[in-house]
């Protein structure tokens, strides 16, 4: 892990009353843009050519000559041929110029290497940098380990599959859209090799991923994504904070759901196994009675992460959840960031974000308020690492 005296002194070098939120252009940077000018801070969108548009065109920022927003949200776009070029010195370099305060998303920790993130990203990250990891599946120390240390429920492992008696949803990369999933479901050793061997004729999964991936037993309910937020600064104030919940749109597995059973029998060979792509969300609330429970999970998550990854979840991080038929709640993934379904309360905010701070409250604008009162109390280092 990078020191933390090499973060601080480049922090020290800020101008404060110039800081402005860098993000790269993908996944929630448009949510973690838009709370950031609402808040006065001007925005840095890290781009790939070819992927660029949505933020040096669409969302673009136009702003009056008093410095005024009146259009947009992304004030600059630093262009780079790759996303992993975010690395090279010459651009970290120009980052800390710009006084840019950088906030991961998933994309910043699956384009670019996770040890390049921990060891050689010189740039002060508002977050937990020593937690980014804990999201990669299958390491020593990965949200597993950290929901069993918390006590936290989680789907029941399957260790072979020549185990698997009941519903069970393996989980994999997809083989050619790397950062996606080729994720399928299998309710016995017969169903599990039948389709693996399927979609590795289709080239969906390979050999070796199907080796390495984590096999549980599914949970029949419905998906619950809670984008929680944990202050640091708080004194007097609880630090715990539900903004928002969401829940996916996943492709092809919603077009599958939303054909009668009829229809379903009758795809070819190439279209009856489901993908499980997000592509989209969707906001939601829950029942008041399992809020409380809600929190509760949220609150052993941050007091594990304060004991085994000092100092613990700054800012954002999103529990992904099913509740079943007994309401009970299970966390099948964790984003120890900002989560990617984020952009539903862009702007407008959300119900439970709303209603906590009485005006409007997206993850991204709580993440930008966090960030200036930091400089007004001057406490920034509180919040990066």
């Not at 009353?17 to 969108?45: N, Q």
């Not at 670019?112 to 002060?124: A, G, K, L, T, Y």
């Not at 004991?307 to 709640?329: N, R, S």
């Amino acid at each position: 892990m990078i020191a933390r005296d090499i973060v601080l002194r480049n922090l020290g070098k800020y101008r404060k009353d110039k800081i402005k939120i860098g993000v790269l252009g993908s996944h929630s940077a448009l949510d973690t843009c838009d709370g950031a000018v609402e808040e006065g801070f001007k925005t840095m969108a890290v781009c790939q050519d070819g992927r660029d548009r949505t933020y040096s065109k669409y969302f673009k920022a136009h702003r009056n000559l008093d410095g005024t927003l009146r259009k947009g949200m992304v004030d600059e776009v630093i262009l780079l041929k790759k996303f992993r070029d975010i690395m090279d010195p010459k651009i970290m370099i120009r980052l800390l110029n710009e006084n840019v305060l950088f906030v991961p998303n998933r994309s910043f920790t699956s384009y670019c290497s996770i040890d390049q993130v921990e060891n050689d990203f010189i740039v002060p990250i508002v977050g937990s940098r020593n937690l980014l990891r804990s999201e990669e599946r299958g390491m020593e120390k990965d949200y597993y380990w950290l929901l069993e240390k918390a006590g936290l429920p989680f789907p029941k492992k399957i260790k072979d599959p020549q185990e698997i008696d009941t519903l069970t949803i393996i989980k994999l990369h997809h083989k050619v859209k790397k950062l996606e999933r080729g994720f399928f479901t299998a309710s016995s050793f017969k169903e599990y090799q039948e389709k693996s061997k399927e979609l590795v004729k289709q080239g969906v999964i390979d050999e070796e991923s199907l080796g390495e991936a984590r096999m549980e037993q599914y949970v029949i309910g419905p998906v619950f994504n809670l984008d929680f937020f944990y202050s640091p600064l708080s004194r007097g104030e609880e630090r715990i904070e539900l903004i928002g919940i969401d829940w996916r749109f996943e492709s092809s597995l919603d077009g599958y759901v939303r054909l009668p059973a009829a229809q379903q029998l009758t795809l070819n060979e190439n279209q009856v196994l489901p993908e499980y792509t997000v592509c989209g969300h969707n906001s939601a609330t829950l029942r008041e009675s399992l809020l409380e429970n809600a929190f509760e999970l949220a609150e052993k998550y941050v007091k594990a992460t304060q004991e085994h990854f000092h100092p613990g979840i700054i800012g954002p991080f999103c529990l992904q959840t099913c509740v079943d038929k007994d309401l009970k709640f299970f966390i099948y993934d964790v984003a120890p960031r900002i989560g990617g379904g984020t952009n539903v309360h862009m702007a407008v905010g959300h119900a439970y974000g709303n209603a906590l701070w009485r005006k409007s409250m997206s993850t991204g604008r709580r993440l930008a308020m966090e960030v200036r009162r930091a400089i007004n109390e001057d406490r920034i280092e509180e919040i990066v690492t």
